[in-house]
């Protein structure tokens, strides 16, 4: 079974700060995961993605860890700032089988940067 | 278009009523899928087309629901005799190949809501 869970409902931070929001997964046969994150009323948008062959991926503000033998992964945001308020959402993608270019889905984390 | 739409962006229908959603997609994109959000929920897996290929249905809740691709480009999705609990945001993606490893873009949704 592939299960991906965000434990954080919520999160707030002060602007400047550093926003780390973490992400588990339980099926390690599946071996790219990305983020998203959806304003209300919106779409999701494609944030950052890692594949398995990597441990990190930085993108400007944002960094994607991977911790693949603790199945686990997290996104920094540094430093955030209030439009990074937002639900977001991570992700992991099946590259194979039945599960190919389908995306499982945690149940998201509510970021809320204060100024 | 530039982006992926939907329509409508909000649909309400009392109990019983079969009710049509509609996606259309990247221009050039040859994957589409379809998912929905519950209240408090992450995103859910539906249908995922791909090409000529025969659809993957796997995450589809019941035998009430179906998709189909027309000319593989736009989509509908339809649900028959609906549900209190078929109320959700339904979300329609697409990518380029749907090979894997690719970023899967998001409309804006359609916000169903059965009375």
């Known amino acids: 079974d592939q299960q991906v869970k965000q434990n954080s409902p919520s999160l707030s931070v002060q602007e400047g700060r550093i926003s780390i929001l973490n992400c588990d997964y339980t099926n390690s046969m599946f071996d790219y995961f990305l983020w998203y994150k959806k304003y209300p009323a919106e779409g999701p948008t494609f944030l950052i993605s890692i594949s398995s062959i990597k441990d990190k991926n930085e993108d400007g503000r944002f960094t994607v860890f991977l911790n693949k033998s603790a199945k686990h992964l997290s996104l920094h945001i540094v430093p955030s700032q209030p439009g990074d308020s937002a639900v977001y959402f991570c992700a992991q993608e099946g590259t194979g089988g039945t599960s190919y270019g389908k995306l499982t889905f945690g149940q998201g984390t509510i970021l809320t940067v204060h100024p | 278009g530039a982006g992926v739409s939907q329509s409508p962006s909000n649909k309400v229908t009392e109990k019983g009523k079969d009710v049509e959603l509609r996606c259309d997609p990247i221009?050039?994109?040859?994957?589409l899928y379809w998912y929905r959000q519950s209240l408090g929920q992450g995103l859910e897996f539906l249908i995922y087309f791909q090409g000529n290929s025969a659809p993957d249905k796997s995450g589809l809740p019941s035998d009430r629901f179906s998709a189909e691709r027309t000319g593989g480009s736009v989509s509908t999705l339809t649900i028959q005799r609906t549900q209190q609990e078929d109320s959700a945001v339904y979300l329609c993606?697409?990518?380029?190949?749907?090979?894997?490893?690719?970023?899967?873009?998001f409309g804006p949704g359609t916000r169903l809501l059965v009375l």
């Open positions: 993606a697409s990518s380029l190949n749907g090979e894997g490893q690719e970023t899967q873009y």
């Open positions: 221009s050039g994109h040859t994957a």
